[in-house]
């Protein structure tokens, strides 16, 4: 079973099995959100001549920011980027998959019960796929290297849970995917699954 399978069975379990006091407090939410997350992610990437690499390193960033417009719901921007660093000295390649745009969140559960520590966010917006490649020579400073980029449109899914730690704080767990349609000149499509630490702030 691939360990995001297993995360994601985990956190249903955490969610379905919390009681009243998980939560710790109340998840108190009627104005501005403010997110942030880093973790581990999962790549894959598909070049338009049909040829095709994954990998299971790289780290994941995550930003957010919204604004609840209703007692379950809150829109606003995120931010997804996957990095990734590979090849062997001196040439050395960095590989990112980026994307940020609208998305909106849902809080299915009440904020007084344990399931109100969880959400389900989706969004959409702008993508964009970066290689460079990075000549290190010892004795010389290290240049910005030549870089490839194409953009196209980006999708993303995430779950996870936060218990709140204080009023206006609260810090969880989650696991995302995310799909870049590219269909540039040499990137096709892109997908990567995050699984990051979050941080969360209400006010």
């Known amino acids: 079973m691939r360990p995001i399978v297993c995360i994601l069975l985990v956190l249903a379990a955490l969610a379905g099995s919390a009681g009243d006091a998980a939560a710790l407090r109340s998840h108190h939410r009627d104005g501005w959100v403010v997110g942030l997350s880093y973790g581990g992610a999962r790549g894959e990437l ?3 001549d049909g ?15 919204g604004r609840m417009i209703s007692r379950h719901f809150a829109l606003g921007v ?3 980027g996957w990095l990734y660093e590979t090849g062997v000295t001196p040439l050395k390649f960095r590989f990112s998959m980026q994307n940020v745009g609208a998305a909106l969140t849902w809080y299915p559960g009440q904020p007084d019960r344990g399931l109100g520590g969880l959400y389900v966010r989706g969004g959409v917006g702008l993508a964009w796929t970066s290689l460079t490649g990075i000549l290190i020579l010892a004795e010389e400073e290290q240049g910005h290297g030549a870089r490839l980029t194409e953009s196209g449109v980006g999708v993303e899914f995430n779950l996870g849970y936060e218990f709140r730690l204080a009023d206006n704080f609260a810090a969880g767990m989650g ?6 349609s590219i269909e540039g000149d040499v ?3 892109a997908t990567f699954y995050p699984v ?8």
Do not use: A, H, K
Not at 51 to 65: H, L
Not at 175 to 180: D, E, P
């Open 46 to 48: 598909v070049l338009v």
């Open 51 to 65: 040829s095709q690499g994954e990998t299971e390193d790289g780290v994941s960033p995550q930003i957010r920011f």
């Open 78 to 80: 995120s931010y997804s």
């Open 175 to 180: 696991v995302g995917f995310q799909q870049l």
């Open 187 to 189: 990137f096709d499509q």
């Open 196 to 203: 990051t630490f979050n941080l969360g702030w209400y006010f």
